[in-house]
């Protein structure tokens, strides 16, 4: 498969090539060249799969060329061999129509552990074939972090720096990173938002000062790979509600447009996704964009759901190069007003073409903590924020009652445990995966928000580009 550039202009890559590069050249997003689509017998025969080898199904087209189908399959084994539950992916009922998929049951209690812990390995695999080495630049609004961090400590070749904002992460997220003592792995705490920090990374990758010197890779959800890996849990909650015979929808907290375009890209593929519901809390750009056209970014006002605090939602672009005819040169036009103003228009084709698939909500704090209290008392179930933040929009969503409609649980309700006691009496206990967390030690630099600071840090500990 070949991989080509959201704004038009950066080389086509392979699926190694797109994998190590992170973001493309011309600033935009790496997608393949084309979806590739299963038929309803092929789905079908999905049926019953042991979630490794469903994994190595779903993804082997967009592998091909890079990796044969025995060594991706050996991959998903290890990857998801960490996880705690036998199903990876559980699928738990609420109610007559409504259903939780619990994405949290990875090394550190969040869904983005389910593509971390396959990227760690794709890139031990890419690296391994060449001279170079990697430097991972990222930012984290808590949850990419700790997962990217768990996923490459110790490996060879690669060296992580990964910023968080500094006070705006809760304890156990901080700790999961800090206390990652391995010599490849470097926590930086910036004074500012996770939108800072991104700007920061961002730029990065556009400094030839850096990128020449460093061979600079990207482990936030503009990497390709990662949205790659989250298509093959819409196929495994789609197959066991019915699919390919019965239509879902999936109800998914939203920040950066990772994990809920990953269900667009399943619905490519011909899982019958009846809607996709982007579910955001009061940072709610993508709900303005979506009902109105509006794509413009406002302040980041922090709540507790700060995974999804994000004004400027990168995979956004995916979605609108896809709906808006897959022209570059148009879309690095209009994402270059959205750079300089913080604030674009989507065109009709933009808009008509998400709403076929896309409807979306916004959930304030009343919202989020009477979600948490249902799902407690209606359910059994305790619900940390950002799950319960999509459950109100599955909830409020009006979908008809025939099709079940998939929440996706996005984090372990102990990862905001205070957020979830606040809510329901109830203290979430941390399960023993995680350890002795609170009495490790934590190592961290501080540094101010200021870009050449930043790339200073960068470079007085990264190893420098081979040859
Ligand atoms: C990252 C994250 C989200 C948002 O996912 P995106 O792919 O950025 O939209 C939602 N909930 C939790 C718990 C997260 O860690």
Same mark, same amino acid.
């Given at each position: &498969?070949?991989?080509?550039?959201?704004?038009?202009?950066?080389?086509?890559?392979?699926? $190694?090539?797109?994998?190590?590069?992170?973001?493309?050249? !011309?600033?935009?997003?790496?997608?393949?060249?084309?979806?590739?689509?299963?038929?309803?017998?092929?789905?079908?025969?999905?049926?019953?799969?042991?979630?490794?080898?469903?994994?190595?199904?779903?993804?082997?087209?967009?592998?091909?060329?890079?990796?044969?189908?025995?060594?991706?399959?050996?991959?998903?084994?290890?990857?998801?061999?960490?996880?705690?539950?036998?199903?990876?992916?559980?699928?738990?009922?609420?109610? #007559?129509?409504?259903?939780?998929?619990?994405?949290?049951?990875?090394?550190?209690?969040?869904?983005?552990?389910?593509?971390?812990?396959?990227?760690?390995?794709?890139?031990?695999?890419?690296?391994?074939?060449? #001279?170079?080495?990697?430097?991972?630049?990222?930012?984290?609004?808590? /949850?990419?972090?700790?997962?990217?961090?768990?996923?490459?400590?110790?490996?060879? %070749?690669?060296?992580?720096?990964?910023?968080?904002? %500094?006070?705006?992460?809760?304890?156990?997220?901080?700790?999961?990173?800090?206390?990652?003592?391995?010599?490849?792995?470097?926590?930086?705490?910036?004074?500012?938002?996770?939108?800072?920090?991104?700007?920061? @990374?961002?730029? &990065?990758?556009? /400094?030839?000062?850096?990128?020449?010197?460093?061979?600079?890779?990207?482990?936030?959800?503009?990497?390709? $790979?990662?949205?790659?890996?989250? @298509?093959?849990?819409?196929?495994?909650?789609?197959?066991?509600? *019915?699919?390919?015979?019965?239509?879902?929808?999936?109800?998914?907290?939203?920040?950066?447009?990772?994990?809920?375009?990953?269900?667009? @890209?399943?619905?490519?593929?011909?899982?019958?996704?009846?809607?996709?519901?982007?579910?955001?809390?009061?940072?709610?750009?993508?709900?303005?964009?979506?009902?109105?056209?509006?794509?413009?970014?406002?302040?980041?006002?922090?709540?507790?759901?700060?995974?999804?605090?994000?004004?400027?939602?990168?995979?956004?672009?995916?979605?609108?190069?896809?709906?808006?005819?897959? /022209?570059? %040169?148009?879309?690095? $036009?209009?994402?270059?007003?959205?750079?300089?103003? %913080?604030? &674009?228009?989507?065109?009709?084709?933009?808009?008509?073409?998400?709403?076929?698939?896309?409807?979306?909500?916004?959930? !304030?704090?009343?919202?989020?903590?009477?979600?948490?209290?249902?799902?407690?008392?209606?359910?059994?179930?305790l619900?940390d924020?950002?799950?319960?933040?999509?459950?109100?929009?599955?909830?409020?969503?009006?979908?008809?009652?025939?099709?079940?409609?998939?929440?996706?649980?996005?984090?372990h309700p102990a990862k905001f445990r205070?957020?979830v006691e606040?809510?329901t *009496?109830q203290r979430p206990p941390l399960?023993?995966?995680?350890? /002795?967390?609170?009495?490790?030690? #934590?190592?961290?630099?501080?540094?101010?928000?200021?870009?050449?600071?930043?790339? !200073?840090?960068?470079?007085?500990?990264?190893?420098?580009?081979?040859?």
């Amino acid at each position: &498969m070949e991989y080509i550039s959201t704004r038009g202009s950066a080389p086509a890559l392979d699926f $190694a090539g797109a994998t190590l590069a992170g973001l493309a050249s !011309d600033g935009g997003l790496y997608l393949p060249r084309e979806w590739p689509r299963f038929t309803e017998a092929e789905i079908a025969a999905m049926a019953g799969l042991p979630y490794a080898e469903l994994a190595a199904r779903i993804m082997l087209p967009f592998v091909e060329g890079s990796l044969t189908h025995e060594r991706l399959l050996e991959l998903t084994r290890a990857a998801y061999g960490r996880f705690s539950h036998r199903a990876v992916t559980p699928l738990k009922q609420l109610d #007559e129509q409504n259903w939780l998929l619990e994405l949290f049951h990875g090394p550190t209690l969040a869904f983005k552990d389910v593509a971390l812990q396959l990227l760690g390995l794709l890139f031990e695999e890419f690296l391994g074939r060449s #001279e170079q080495n990697l430097t991972i630049v990222g930012a984290t609004s808590g /949850d990419t972090g700790s997962a990217a961090i768990d996923a490459v400590a110790g490996r060879a %070749k690669i060296d992580i720096f990964m910023l968080h904002p %500094k006070g705006r992460v809760s304890d156990v997220q901080r700790r999961q990173m800090t206390t990652v003592l391995a010599p490849n792995v470097h926590n930086v705490a910036i004074e500012g938002t996770f939108d800072d920090a991104q700007a920061m @990374v961002k730029r &990065m990758f556009n /400094d030839p000062g850096m990128t020449g010197r460093f061979n600079i890779g990207a482990v936030n959800s503009i990497n390709w $790979a990662r949205l790659m890996a989250q @298509v093959v849990y819409y196929f495994a909650a789609g197959l066991q509600l *019915g699919a390919p015979h019965r239509p879902v929808a999936f109800s998914v907290p939203t920040g950066n447009f990772g994990d809920v375009f990953a269900g667009y @890209v399943a619905a490519k593929m011909g899982l019958p996704i009846a809607r996709l519901i982007v579910a955001t809390n009061v940072n709610d750009i993508l709900h303005r964009a979506l009902s109105t056209g509006d794509y413009s970014a406002g302040e980041v006002t922090p709540t507790a759901a700060p995974s999804m605090d994000i004004q400027v939602s990168s995979n956004f672009e995916r979605l609108l190069f896809d709906v808006g005819g897959r /022209d570059g %040169k148009a879309l690095a $036009a209009q994402m270059g007003t959205f750079e300089a103003s %913080k604030a &674009m228009q989507l065109t009709n084709a933009q808009r008509e073409g998400a709403a076929q698939l896309f409807s979306s909500a916004r959930a !304030d704090a009343n919202d989020m903590s009477r979600a948490i209290r249902w799902g407690w008392e209606e359910a059994g179930e305790l619900l940390d924020p950002h799950t319960a933040i999509g459950l109100h929009a599955a909830r409020t969503s009006g979908i008809a009652r025939e099709i079940p409609v998939v929440t996706l649980a996005t984090a372990h309700p102990a990862k905001f445990r205070d957020a979830v006691e606040r809510a329901t *009496g109830q203290r979430p206990p941390l399960p023993s995966r995680v350890g /002795d967390l609170f009495e490790r030690e #934590e190592r961290c630099a501080e540094l101010p928000c200021d870009y050449g600071a930043i790339a !200073d840090y960068v470079a007085a500990h990264a190893v420098p580009r081979a040859g």
